[in-house]
């Protein structure tokens, strides 16, 4: 499976910005996509998931109420809204897709990976 993570780029304190992961190959099975950040000398961090089929959503606590996470299946893409940015938010952004059935807000419970998109946010 491949994914091909789009639509970083740079803005500005309260703006906005939408992400698309678009998946190809064999996508057969997969349960969860989910995005995850990761900023200079930390940790990757969860910041959304959602189940493939039925579509329900996971979300950290420090996007709650700001981002949302929806998924086209038949573009095989699932898109990360991201309004009222924060110079916090500033990361690489990167989806995954996962087969596991458990709790999808940890890295371990991910396949496969997309190369991360930049999001910068100047204050």
């Known amino acids: 499976v491949q994914l091909q993570a789009s639509g970083g780029g740079l803005v500005q304190a309260g703006d906005s910005l939408r992400l698309s992961c678009a998946a190809s190959g064999r996508t057969f099975g997969t349960y969860i996509m989910g995005w995850f950040r990761q900023a200079p000398g930390k940790e990757r961090e969860f910041v959304a998931a959602i189940r493939w089929t039925g579509g329900v959503t996971y979300y950290g606590d420090s996007v709650k109420g700001r981002f949302s996470i929806s998924r086209d299946n038949a573009k095989n893409t699932v898109y990360l809204q991201m309004n009222s940015l924060k110079p916090e938010d500033t990361a690489v952004y990167y989806c995954?897709?996962?087969?596991?059935?458990?709790?999808?807000?940890?890295?371990?419970?991910?396949?496969?990976w997309g190369q991360g998109t930049q999001v910068t946010v100047s204050s």
């Open positions: 995954a897709g996962g087969y596991g059935r458990r709790l999808p807000t940890t890295t371990s419970q991910y396949d496969y």
